[in-house]
C-alpha cells in the first residue's frame, strides 16, 4: 500500500485520512465527519484495502452505498488506483445500466461493490448480491442519501448485512436523522470531525452579483469572457433549465460546454463526465447530481447561474472547487426576489459574499447597497414586472 501510495503521489494524509486510517485498521465503527474536497473517499479506502489484499478469495467484503450514480463510478475508480497491484476486484453497481452485465460481474468475484441504494436491493432481492461474507458496509455522502430520500432504503441494506462487521458513516454535515442512524446501527462508533466551524471554504473566493432574472443570460456571458475559467460548473435548479441554458450558450458560441442532469441516459451521463475528468470539457452545465461527492481536480470556477433551494446544497457545490486546498472561485446570481435566500447562505457560512459587479448586466455597488437591505430600485421593479 505505501508503495501504491508513493505511485499515485499521496504523499502526506489529510486531516480526515489522519484520523481515520488508524480507527479503521483497528476494526472500530467510525463516524467521520468532514467537508468536501478532503480525502474522504480515501480515508476509508486505502485501510480498507490494505486489510482486504492479503485476503483476496472473490467474496463481497466491503459494500459502500453513494448517493449518485456519478459517486459510484468516482469511488470504484478510487478503489481500482488505490489496489493497483493486487488481485482486489471492485464493482460500480447503479441503475441505468444493463442488470445481466452486473450479475456477470459479480458471478465472477468481487471483494469490493459500490452501489446506489436502489440498485442494491434490486441484486439483493435477486439474490445475485451475497453478503454473507460481508466485513464492513460504508456509507458515504450519508446526509446526501437522506436528503433525496434513501432512508428506508439504507436501513434495508443494513438489516441484511451480517450482524457481525464494521460500519464506516461518512458525511459533511450531521443532522439528527444521521446521528439516530448511527445509533441504531452501529457498534459504540467514535466519532471524529474535521469540519471547521466555519463552512466558508476558506480557499474559495465566493462572490455574488444581484440580477434581474431577464439579465442572467447576457451576465454570465460577460463573466465567462471575463473569468475565462480552465474548468467551470454551472449549477441550475432543474433539468429543464440546465437544458435550456445549454442550449443557449452553444447558440452563443460555447463550444467546449456539455449539460448534465437526470434526463439523459446513463451512457450520456458517464460520456460526459469522462470528458471533464479528462480536462477535455472546460463548461460543465448541470442540476445537483454534481452537486456532491465528485471531485475534479482543475474546477478553477462555479457558478450558481439558480441560488440553490437549500443552504447545504449552495455549501457543497462550492465545494466542486478548491479542491485539496486548492483555490477557487464561486459566484452566485441573486435576483432581487431572492435577498433573504441570499442571507440564509451568508448565516449558514458565517460569511458575506463579496457583491461583484459588471457594467450594464447587474447592479452597481451603489444600487447592490440601496437594493439588499431593504426594496429593490424602480428600474428593477419595472423590469421584474415586465418579465413576471
Known sequence: MLGVLRDVAYEKPTPVQAG?????????????????????????????????????????????????????????????????????????????HSVRTQIDLLNRGVDFVVGTPGRIIDHLTRKTLLLDGLQCVVLDEADRMLDIGFRPDIERVLRLCPAERQTLLLSATMPAPIIALAKRYMHR??????????????????????????EKLPLLIKLLDREQPRQCIIFCRTKLGTQRL???????????IRAIH???????????MKDFRA???????????????????????????????????YVHRVGRTGRMGKPGQAFTFVTPLQR???????????????????????????????AMPGKAPSRFKRRNRKAL
Open 20 to 96: 481515520m486510517i488508524p480507527l479503521v485498521l483497528q476494526g472500530k465503527d467510525v463516524v467521520g465527519q468532514a467537508r468536501t474536497g478532503t480525502g474522504k473517499t480515501a480515508a476509508f479506502a486505502i485501510p480498507l484495502i490494505d486489510q482486504l489484499a492479503a485476503k483476496h478469495d472473490g467474496t463481497v467484503r466491503v459494500l459502500a452505498l453513494v448517493p449518485t450514480r456519478e459517486l459510484a463510478v468516482q469511488v470504484q475508480q478510487e478503489v481500482a488506483k488505490l489496489s493497483k497491484g493486487t488481485k482486489l476486484s471492485c464493482a460500480a453497481i447503479y441503475g441505468g
Open 189 to 214: 462508533p467514535v466519532r471524529v470531525n474535521f469540519s471547521s466551524r466555519s463552512l466558508a471554504h476558506d480557499t474559495i473566493e465566493q462572490s455574488c452579483f444581484l440580477v434581474n432574472d431577464t
Open 246 to 256: 445549454f442550449l443557449k450558450l452553444s447558440r452563443h458560441g460555447q463550444k467546449s
Open 262 to 272: 437526470g434526463d439523459l441516459s446513463q451512457p450520456q451521463r458517464d460520456s460526459v
Open 279 to 313: 480536462g477535455t470539457l472546460q463548461i460543465l452545465v448541470a442540476t445537483d447530481v454534481v452537486g456532491r461527492g465528485i471531485d475534479v481536480t482543475h474546477i478553477s470556477h462555479i457558478i450558481n447561474y439558480d441560488v440553490p433551494s437549500l443552504c447545504d446544497d
Open 340 to 370: 433573504s435566500a441570499l442571507a440564509d447562505i451568508e448565516k449558514r457560512i458565517d460569511r458575506q459574499l463579496k457583491r461583484d459587479h459588471i457594467e450594464g448586466v447587474s447592479l452597481s455597488e451603489d444600487e447592490q447597497q440601496s
